[in-house]
């Protein structure tokens, strides 16, 4: 790709905002206040706003490598915090992919160097779901549901955190699981039950 071509890009790109709203660029300057937290995968196939149909200030975003929710990563931490306690997000979403590269090199043994560490967070869930992993022998239907028991985990991840604890006291704060699919262009609703899972866990993760 030439770079140069992005700056041509982007000039048309304003140009087209303009034509639509003249007051786009001052209206998005003054801040934002989304009402909605989105964790995705870093993929560069997976949008975010885009197929979602949301525009500009909609949508608080964050992505890594198949869409992790992982305490200690202060990345993603912070996000969550600050859209939480801060945004006063009202749903969080955490979106996967079928056809995830990372989901696919935590199946496999190869050692990818700085890599490994943050596979395991992915091997762990395989781990704790192998028994209904093994019972599938077609191989990508093997990987298409770990994407979603993944995207299970990281939901229940962000159930641990203080800060959706907090807002959960507050206001209706409510925590979605979904999985793009690429073939059809498709969102699909993992439907989790995100009350559910407080009422099984609590005793567990309660923060007071």
């Known amino acids: 790709m030439n770079i140069s071509k992005i700056f041509q890009n982007n ?14 660029f001052d209206k998005i300057s003054k801040g934002q206040n989304p009402e909605i937290l989105y964790i995705g995968c870093s993929d560069s196939r997976v949008t975010a706003e885009e197929m979602m149909g949301l525009q500009p200030g909609e949508a608080f975003v964050h992505r890594n490598m198949a869409n992790m929710v992982i305490s200690i990563d202060l990345n993603a931490m912070t996000v969550i915090n600050y859209a939480v306690d801060h945004l006063k ?29 943050w596979l395991r967070n992915i091997r762990d869930v395989f781990r704790l779901h192998k028994t209904t992993l093994s019972q599938i022998e077609d191989e ?68 007071k």
Request: with cysteine; hydrophobic share 40%; aromatic share 8%.
């Open 11 to 24: 000039q048309k790109w304003i140009s087209s905002k303009l034509d639509q709203d003249e007051q786009f």
């Open 89 to 117: 997000v009202k749903h969080i979403i955490v979106c996967g992919h079928y056809g995830c590269g990372g989901i696919k090199a935590a199946m496999k043994s190869d050692d990818l160097g700085i890599l490994n560490p």
């Open 140 to 207: 990508s239907k093997r990987y298409d549901r770990l994407v979603e028991l993944n995207v299970q985990e990281q939901c229940i991840n962000l159930i641990k955190t203080a800060a959706v604890q907090r807002a959960s006291k507050k206001w209706d704060i409510n925590i979605h699981g979904w999985v793009f699919d690429m073939s059809s262009g498709k969102l699909i609703d993992l439907k989790i039950n995100y009350k559910k899972i407080i009422n099984g866990i609590e005793e567990i993760y309660r923060i």
